[in-house]
């Protein structure tokens, strides 16, 4: 009997670390639970606390609470009122307005344009922009008009009142880089708006003729680059195209030869057209033009002042070798 317990307190000593090690190891990787803690017995600040809801009391000089938002359907939305036109408003006048949108007929002053065009006028405009500013080069140069140029519209019942509309009939020049291609005379309807401005509601061409020069002469496009200098009045891109005969011409007379293509800010070169360009032997070309100034943005009578050219061949270029009043 003493010999069998010996022998199970041995495999007990034995087996129970073997049953020990996997709960211990199964305990590390579940990870211990958490240990709860006791509810703290102090009490929370006052700040913490929320504040107690206290119903409203009915207050008589309350405002009373706003309406529903169905009921905002049927207000109606407040009247615009148009701002006061500035006196210096070009367009206070039919001629003012008709002045702008001729000054402003170019692709730099497109929103000067736009303002003083009626909404119709302005999507014709966008659908079609080559009869207000030209095409493939081609720009107005010069315009005129004059006051008695505007005549009224007047309906045969509102006779002894102002006129609400005016047609002008406007002369135009055109230039391709300076060079006169056309003149056109166009009728432009001005219109009042009800605040007492005025728009250009139509644009039509009326006549036209074409003035653009044309020649196979050599020489014709050595006069082109001279005079598209003179158009931009750089004296610099075009001394390259003077004869030795003309430098010594204005050889200490440089002011003379500063006022000849460069000129003055007003009145400025506008365009040049080519009357005439013919031969004189094997050598020398001889070209009569007429010259535009004009001031910017204002209406002048469109008359060219006429010069006489003559280029000398000194091969194998043509060159400026004269420069004299037709």
């Not at 344009?113 to 119709?120: D, F, G, P, R, Y």
């Not at 050219?309 to 070798?321: F, T």
């Amino acid at each position: 009997m003493e010999r069998h317990a010996t022998s199970r307190r041995l495999i007990h000593a034995l087996l129970v670390p073997i049953l020990l090690v996997p709960a211990a190891c199964a305990a590390s990787v579940e990870g211990v639970e958490p240990v709860l803690r006791r509810p703290d017995p102090r009490p929370e600040p006052a700040a913490a606390r929320p504040a107690p809801v206290e119903e409203d009391e009915e207050d008589p000089e309350a405002p009373p609470p706003p309406p529903p938002e169905d009921a905002y359907d049927e207000v109606p939305a407040p009247e615009v009122v148009p701002a006061e036109p500035s006196p210096d408003d070009p367009t206070l006048t039919a001629g003012g307005a008709l002045r702008l949108f001729m000054a402003s007929r170019n692709y730099s002053t497109l929103r000067a344009l736009k303002s003083v065009m009626t909404e119709s006028l302005q999507s014709r405009y966008d659908h079609d922009s080559a009869p207000f500013n030209g095409k493939n080069r081609v720009r107005l140069a010069a315009f005129h008009f004059t006051p008695d140029d505007l005549k009224p519209v007047i309906p045969r019942d509102s006779k002894g009142r102002p006129p609400d509309t005016y047609i002008a009939h406007v002369k135009t020049l055109w230039a391709d880089q300076g060079e006169v291609v056309e003149r056109r005379t166009e009728a432009i309807r001005v219109v009042r708006t009800g605040i007492g401005l005025w728009r250009v509601s139509r644009l039509q061409e009326v006549a036209s003729e074409s003035l653009r020069y044309r020649s196979d002469l050599q020489g014709l496009i050595a006069l082109r680059r001279i005079m598209r200098g003179w158009i931009r009045r750089s004296l610099p891109s075009v001394q390259r195209y003077f004869s030795s005969g003309f430098e010594r011409r204005y050889a200490g007379r440089e002011e003379d030869l500063a006022s000849l293509f460069v000129g003055r800010d007003d009145p400025r070169h506008a365009a040049y057209r080519i009357v005439e360009l013919k031969e004189v032997g094997d050598t020398r070309l001889v070209a009569r033009l007429e010259l535009y100034d004009t001031s910017p943005g204002q209406p002048a009578p469109i008359e060219g002042r006429p010069v006489i050219l003559q280029l000398v061949r000194q091969a194998p270029y043509w060159l400026l070798d004269s420069w004299e009043r037709g």
